[in-house]
């Protein structure tokens, strides 16, 4: 079998002198939706900073697209195709919700324009003369994965999208990952709401105290409520 599109081995990362992740593994698929669940603090973000170079890892490694790239900076890794749409959503306040996706426009060309954003996210289209920084949660949250789509990922990491929006927007931002699966964009998907990610998700892992813990299908995990609060604890399967 060909190598993972992502694929993650061994990952400790530290803040200062503080160890977080321990020996994190995964790997995600090309075109395969991979749910990283786990409580708040369970160091799902640190782990996606680790993979894109925000945070870069003490010891481990990060394959993607058949390269080593372990401690690449960021910059680099975004431009292999690697897109994030970073948790809380942000964004430069004092631009426009246009001169924002302008700004993370970055030339390599695909499907996805400024234009067909525009046209998918209706919402987004309307509020183009407006500064991001007036933009509701729901709206950021819209921008923040328009953003993400101009770059044109072959990989997507999304943090959080679902946090603190209302159903109706959460709808919306889950109608386009689902679009983007079915393009076939390989999406790593961290979420606190468990049953919401594994209905897209083809995979999960659940991580506790910088481990993962728990690594599967999503089907059997979404039909084991049980082993879901164990995992997870109790307020995971709600929704
Ligand atoms: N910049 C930071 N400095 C120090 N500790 C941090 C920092 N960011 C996160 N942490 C700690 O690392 C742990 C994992 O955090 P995080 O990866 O954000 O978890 P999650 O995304 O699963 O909620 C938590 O204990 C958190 O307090
Ligand atoms: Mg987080």
Do not use: C
């Not at 996210?121 to 509701?136: A, F, T, W």
């Not at 923040?144 to 109706?168: C, K």
Request: proline share 4%; charged share 25%; no cysteine.
């Amino acid at each position: 079998m060909s190598e993972p599109l992502l694929s993650v081995e061994g990952l400790y990362t530290n803040y200062g002198k503080i160890q977080i992740l321990r020996d994190v593994s995964l790997t995600v698929g090309a075109g395969e939706v991979v749910a990283l669940l786990g409580l708040n603090g369970a160091g799902k973000t640190t782990t996606m900073r680790s993979i894109i170079g925000l945070t870069p890892p003490r010891a481990g490694r990060v394959r993607y697209g058949g390269r080593d790239i372990t401690r690449w900076p960021a910059y680099k890794v975004a431009r292999l195709g690697v897109g994030y749409v970073p948790e809380g959503r942000r964004m430069f306040r004092d631009l426009t919700t246009l001169e924002n996706l302008q700004l993370a426009e970055n030339g390599r060309g695909g499907a996805w324009t400024i234009a067909r954003v525009l046209e998918q996210l209706p919402k987004l289209g309307e509020l183009r003369g407006r500064k991001s920084g007036r933009l509701s949660g729901g709206e950021q949250e819209m921008l923040s994965i328009g953003r993400a789509l101009v770059s044109n990922p072959t990989l997507l990491l999304v943090d959080e999208p679902s946090q603190g929006l209302a159903p109706l927007i959460v709808e919306d931002v889950y109608r386009i990952l689902r679009e983007l699966k079915a393009t076939g964009v390989a999406i790593l998907l961290v979420e606190q709401n468990a049953l919401l990610a594994l209905h897209i998700a083809d995979r999960a892992y659940v991580m506790d105290s910088g481990r993962i813990v728990h690594g599967g299908p999503a089907a059997e995990l979404a039909a084991d409520r049980n082993r879901i609060r164990t995992l997870m604890g109790l307020d995971a399967a709600v929704g």
